[in-house]
């Protein structure tokens, strides 16, 4: 057709026909990805460098103010608000130190590494496969067992420790953010028949941090709801 006139033909619409959906999955597959979302890397890097900053300040308070504690039993620490707002309560039960040692000492390290690995998303550095492959275990490890945590403050110490919290309130979004990540690239191996379920978590992984922290809003209500009304 002429186009002396001026006027273009219109371009050819895109073809929304299953072959069309094919070939994008195809050409994300090759570009590495599940998703027609995925997690921008330095998206990724500025989340794993703030949480982990924040993180590593909480657990760090939190150890110094177990020192203390420990060396003057009459110590009250900073966090200590009230009977149920209290992180002497709760450092003082066998559950502060699982292992043997401080239960902060684990998260200093962990929000370190954290740091080191946002810093290096932020740079442009391409992590290699088994970095990311040990960071998901390690973030995956750590979401359970702040799963246990949360279970102990809420059921059986009663208490509730502010830093702790904030430890939650950190690990909670690393935790689903590199999941849908992993899934995305490949690092946790997903089945074909699942592709399109996965796909979709990682376009929506928002709402799995979201639901996530407000199921542990509603525990720490229901749990506590009647001693606050009491002090009232």
Not at 55 to 67: D, I, K, P
């Amino acid at each position: 057709m002429s186009t002396r006139s001026g006027v273009r033909p219109p371009a050819p619409r895109a073809s929304s026909s299953p072959a069309a959906a094919e070939d994008d999955d195809a050409g994300r597959a090759a570009e590495g990805h599940l998703s027609a979302d995925p997690v921008p890397p330095r998206r990724l890097g500025l989340l794993l460098t703030v949480g982990g900053v924040i993180g590593f300040l909480a657990a760090f308070t939190l150890t110094v103010e177990r020192f203390k504690l420990a060396a003057d039993p009459g110590y009250e620490p900073s966090c200590d608000v009230n009977p149920f707002i209290s992180c002497g309560s709760v450092m003082s039960q066998p559950q502060a130190a699982l292992f043997g040692f401080p239960n902060p000492l684990l998260g200093i390290a962990a929000f370190a590494i954290a740091t080191t690995l946002g810093v290096l998303l932020l740079s442009g550095t391409a992590l290699p496969r088994w970095v990311r492959a040990g960071w998901q275990v390690g973030i995956t490890l750590g979401f359970v067992f702040i799963g246990w945590l949360v279970t102990q403050s809420l059921y059986e110490i009663r208490a509730l420790c502010p830093y702790c919290m904030v430890v939650w309130a950190v690990v909670i979004p690393l935790f689903w953010t590199t999941t849908a990540d992993s899934l995305d690239r490949g690092v946790i191996p997903v089945p074909a028949g699942a592709r399109r379920a996965v796909a979709t978590f990682v376009e929506y992984r928002l709402v799995a941090v979201v639901l996530t922290c407000l199921a542990v809003v509603v525990l720490i209500a229901q749990a506590f709801w009647s001693s606050w009304v009491a002090l009232v």
